[in-house]
DNA sequence: GCGACAG
DNA sequence: ATCTTGTCGC
């Protein structure tokens, strides 16, 4: 049963919060590191995801499904238009990555249940949520220097970080999604950008579901 | 009430 | 996300 509105989709995102597993420290560098994303067409999108060797960054496996888009793009719900073909994506891989690395926030949300967290309490892996330009909280610009970094707050929470991967170059905003911690998600985050502003791991699905959603249409 | 708003 | 040209910089 999957939400059919605005009021259902946040009650959904309610009910599954209390699933996410915030205590103790997540994985630092794990062997394997996914990356998803999806990409769209109208109302068709292709899911994408890569999992890369966490200390070689070489790709070891991927996986791509395309489909109808179920669900409209409404700030707060990204997840439920993204989810369904990742999860599928995911279920089809026969590597068991150690961490996934999403496009987006995690705890860094609305209610608290961004992306990242969904996609942990659906698959119970190890999840963060990288995203690309602000969405919630408040911050202050992080130092110019690659591993600076400020704090993301909402409310009177630090729900993330605002973490410069590359020297003067604009930041990421990086959030924990389930099974992590924020100072891990960090380092992790930095140790798949060594030489580009965003991890290897996005790079790499955002190419492939491109290439896949292309493909699809022809 | 109005505007902003991950991808 | 996607629609789009040229241009600056590593």
């Known amino acids: 049963?999957?939400?059919?509105?605005?009021?259902?989709?946040?009650?959904?995102?309610?009910?599954?919060?209390?699933?996410?597993?915030?205590?103790?420290?997540?994985?630092?560098?794990?062997?394997?590191?996914?990356g998803v994303d999806v990409a769209y067409a109208g109302d068709r999108l292709a899911a994408a995801v890569v999992v890369?060797?966490?200390?070689?960054?070489?790709?070891?496996?991927?996986?791509?499904?395309?489909?109808?888009?179920?669900?409209?793009?409404?700030?707060?719900?990204?997840?439920?238009?993204?989810l369904p073909s990742l999860v599928e994506a995911l279920e089809r891989l026969t590597l068991t990555p150690g961490l996934i690395v999403c496009d987006g926030y995690g705890l860094a949300h609305p209610r608290r249940f961004g992306l990242a967290c969904h996609l942990g309490v659906l698959t119970g892996l190890p999840t963060i949520g990288v995203g690309k330009t602000p969405f919630v909280g408040t911050f202050d610009e992080p130092g110019l220097p690659r591993g600076s970094w400020s704090e993301l707050r909402l409310d009177g929470d630090v729900v993330g970080r605002?973490?410069?991967?590359?020297?003067?170059?604009?930041?990421?905003?990086?959030?924990?999604?389930?099974?992590?911690?924020?100072?891990?998600?960090?380092?992790?985050?930095?140790?798949?950008?060594?030489?580009?502003?965003?991890?290897?791991?996005?790079?790499?699905?955002?190419?492939?579901?491109?290439?896949?959603?292309?493909?699809?249409?022809?």
């Open 52 to 82: 890369l060797d966490g200390t070689s960054l070489e790709v070891l496996e991927q996986v791509t499904v395309t489909g109808p888009v179920a669900f409209g793009y409404v700030p707060g719900l990204l997840a439920f238009r993204e």
């Open 162 to 218: 605002v973490l410069r991967t590359r020297d003067g170059v604009r930041p990421v905003y990086v959030s924990v999604g389930d099974r992590m911690d924020l100072e891990t998600a960090c380092h992790n985050v930095l140790a798949l950008t060594p030489r580009h502003r965003l991890p290897e791991t996005t790079r790499a699905a955002d190419r492939l579901c491109r290439r896949a959603l292309a493909d699809s249409l022809t």
């Open 1 to 34: 049963m999957w939400p059919s509105s605005v009021t259902e989709a946040e009650a959904v995102q309610e009910s599954l919060r209390p699933r996410l597993d915030l205590t103790g420290p997540g994985p630092l560098r794990p062997s394997t590191v996914a």
